[in-house]
């Protein structure tokens, strides 16, 4: 339960966005995604996801991730491979609804926990309409954002979460797209089968992921 | 755009006044302590006041006082966009090849420059920012991998423009406000200001003041090249009531 929250921060803190951003660890599957001011596309949020997942984003055009579908497969494909448990979005409130329904769908898919961070005193309401029905939890305050997930154990310890044959299919099509990783970049850029284990972090120099998965 | 190395300290002075001396007022002075700790802190910090006060010229003077070798300074004089910033950011980090069309691969590469060593950017005219502007530097500041101070100098409503935007009222480190010299002020600093002063009696510094110069420093700067010119002229060792009524006539001052 609670796979969406919504952070209020009001205030605009800074102590809350550099709370947030130490968490980023995609290793031990937490992402957090701080989205490029001045875009508005859905295309130009999946770029920050890819950029945020530790994909190389001066390499879109080479990688076929430049447009929206393409990208959008690989955001699902990188999101399972890397095991993410949780994408946390700064600067929410900036975002289009459609950016906030497709990281629902996007969570939905690869059961991973999102957490929206909206820097205003309440949720826009262009944004409110999108999580009817999700049962999201709204949070008023940084440590309730870092709370641990309790018992819930990360992946990387040896757990698997099961796929929905949605994210299977897209995964396949994804996988047809050559995805390289950022050099130096703190993931594995080798492919890791469905249900294995989180790939070993490696300091490779952008290798690329083999078609057919 | 300006970026620093092209600005030496003659550059500083309105006019560029020839013999014109940076004097220590007490918001230079409160400045440049200010500016150590916010460049201690790596944090951000905001000098505003009216123009003329002194803002520019103290920030520059500061700065080549405490952190001559990573200043990047930028200027807008009109109102930018996300896309002015990273281009006028491109060219004054010197930053070579072509600059991305993307957004995102654009600030990934301004991050990558500004992680390479500790930098001080300071945006002049801040005052003519949009929210989407302020978004940008925000943005490269609140990046972890980014080695910045930013600090943002502005005149007009520049206090009012950047208090209404919670995202920097939470980040900026220190606010200072330069205000206009008193008349006390005034009498002890511009015999320092300018050799046409040194001698000058200061009831006709007071009567200056009054009648042009305000307390402000980019007025000061006009009356001292107008009276340097007239002591030239007229041949004449130091200024005097009829000196300064010539000048007034030329401000289109009241000239008492």
């Known amino acids: ?213 | 755009m300006s970026t620093w190395t092209d600005i030496d300290e003659r550059d500083d002075h309105y006019l560029g006044l020839a013999g014109a001396n940076v004097v220590a007022t007490e918001a230079l002075l409160v400045l440049r302590d200010n500016l150590a700790d916010v460049v201690a802190a790596k944090a951000m910090m905001c000098v505003h006041g009216d123009a003329g006060l002194g803002k520019t010229l103290s920030v520059n003077a500061s700065l080549r006082a405490l952190a001559p070798a990573d200043v990047c300074r930028v200027q807008f004089r009109a109102r930018p966009t996300p896309r002015d910033i990273r281009h006028v950011l491109f060219d004054a980090l010197a930053i070579s090849g072509t600059p991305p069309t993307r957004p995102i691969e654009f600030d990934a590469l301004l991050k990558d420059a500004l992680s390479e060593r500790f930098r001080v950017l300071v945006c002049d005219e801040a005052q003519w920012l949009s929210r989407e502007c302020f978004e940008l530097w925000r943005h490269l500041r609140d990046d972890r991998r980014t080695d910045i101070t930013i600090v943002f100098v502005g005149g007009g409503d520049c206090y009012r423009v950047l208090r209404r935007e919670p995202m920097l009222s939470s980040r900026v480190y220190i606010w200072q406000e330069f205000r206009r010299l008193d008349r006390e002020q005034v009498l002890a600093v511009i015999p320092a200001y300018h050799p046409v002063w040194a001698d000058a009696d200061p009831e006709d510094i007071a009567y200056a003041d009054v009648h042009a110069g305000h307390g402000n420093f980019r007025a000061w700067s006009k009356i001292t090249a107008h009276v340097v010119t007239a002591l030239a002229r007229l041949d004449r060792g130091r200024p005097d009531r009829e000196i300064l009524q010539w000048v007034f006539s030329r401000l289109g001052g009241s000239g008492g």
């Open chain 1, 1 to 213: 339960m609670d796979k969406v929250r919504v952070l209020l921060d009001p205030a605009d803190d800074m102590q809350v966005s550099a709370g947030l951003l130490e968490r980023h660890e995609p290793a031990r599957g937490r992402v957090v995604v701080h989205p490029t001011p001045g875009t508005s596309s859905l295309q130009a949020f999946a770029h920050d996801v890819l950029g945020a997942l530790g994909r190389a984003v001066n390499r879109l055009d080479a990688e076929q991730l430049a447009g929206p579908a393409t990208a959008w497969r690989a955001v699902a494909a990188w999101m399972v491979t890397d095991q993410v448990e949780d994408l946390v979005v700064l600067r929410a409130d900036r975002l289009a609804a459609g950016a906030w329904t497709r990281v629902l769908e996007l969570c939905r898919e690869t059961g991973s926990r999102v957490l929206l961070v909206c820097h205003t005193p309440q949720i826009p309401a262009r944004l409110a309409a999108v999580l009817a029905g999700t049962g999201h939890q709204l949070l008023t305050g940084l440590p309730q954002a870092l709370n641990p997930r309790g018992t819930h154990p990360h992946p990387g310890s040896g757990q698997t979460r099961p796929l929905g044959p949605a994210l299977t299919s897209r995964i396949c099509r994804a996988s047809s797209t050559r995805i390289s990783g950022t050099t130096g970049a703190r993931h594995s850029t080798s492919w890791a089968p469905q249900g294995s284990p989180a790939p070993t972090p490696s300091t490779g120099t952008g290798g690329t992921r083999p078609a057919g998965g």
